[in-house]
């Protein structure tokens, strides 16, 4: 089945610590976004991707990074600059916008990170 | 700027009763609109997009929701819900114009009471 992949499903970070976030998708997507959610919030854009070695910052990047070196994965790693990491967090994927700028984000199940 | 507001946190309705699930936008130009659903501890579902032409927008599970330009609105709509419609909705936006990045609303919860 073609889809995303996100792992762990639960992450526990102690203070001080950078841990990295999987995403992985077999969709054949170009981009490729990275938003978390807090209660009451919605979802916000940290990172996004169009194309492999390539990438944007979004609404709240501060205290994460990213790499895309391979179309099929887009990692974050949450940098113990974030002081606080506790969310649920999302990836999503989508053909190219200049191919389908009207096609829908496909997401991730998530990965939920607490600090320990 | 792109803005996307959903007006009530918590809908609550009886099964069997129509539901509708406000959303209004703001946004340069004409607008790409979304629906998503998102059950706990998973990720958000696609359920139906607005992109241009007929103002009432067919998705999945039964949804439909009607794009209204003067009102600036997107409300989704189910004829008879269930109570497995019982999740959490977001609206979201799509600048025409820029980057194909989207703009969610905060959610709301629906609880569809048996």
């Known amino acids: 089945d073609g889809g995303i992949t996100q792992s762990p499903k639960y992450l526990f970070r102690k203070e001080g610590q950078n841990v990295t976030l999987s995403c992985e998708q077999n969709l054949n997507h170009d981009a490729m976004y990275w938003y978390r959610q807090d209660p009451g919030q919605g979802l916000r854009l940290i990172y996004y991707?169009?194309?492999?070695?390539?990438?944007q910052k979004g609404d709240i990047a501060e205290g994460y990074s990213v790499s895309r070196e391979k179309k099929e994965s887009f990692p974050l790693t949450v940098t113990s600059a974030q002081k606080n990491p506790t969310a649920f967090y999302l990836c999503?994927?989508?053909?190219?916008?200049?191919?389908?700028?009207?096609?829908?984000?496909?997401f991730g199940d998530g990965t939920r990170l607490s600090i320990l | 700027a792109q803005s996307v507001a959903q007006p009530e946190d918590q809908v609550n309705v009886a099964e069997g009763n129509p539901l509708t699930v406000k959303c209004t936008y703001s946004?340069?130009?004409?607008?790409?609109l979304f629906w998503y659903v998102q059950y706990p501890n998973r990720g958000l579902q696609f359920l139906l997009k607005y992109i241009t032409g007929d103002n009432l927008v067919k998705g999945s599970y039964g949804f439909e929701a009607e794009f209204n330009k003067s009102q600036t609105s997107f409300h989704l709509k189910k004829p008879s819900a269930l109570v497995s419609d019982s999740a959490l909705y977001f609206c979201a936006v799509r600048d025409r114009t820029g980057a194909n990045n989207l703009f969610f609303g905060t959610g709301t919860r629906l609880t569809v009471i048996p």
């Open positions: 999503a994927s989508s053909i190219d916008v200049g191919q389908g700028i009207n096609q829908p984000q496909h």
């Open positions: 991707s169009q194309i492999v070695n390539d990438f």
């Open positions: 946004v340069s130009g004409n607008p790409y």
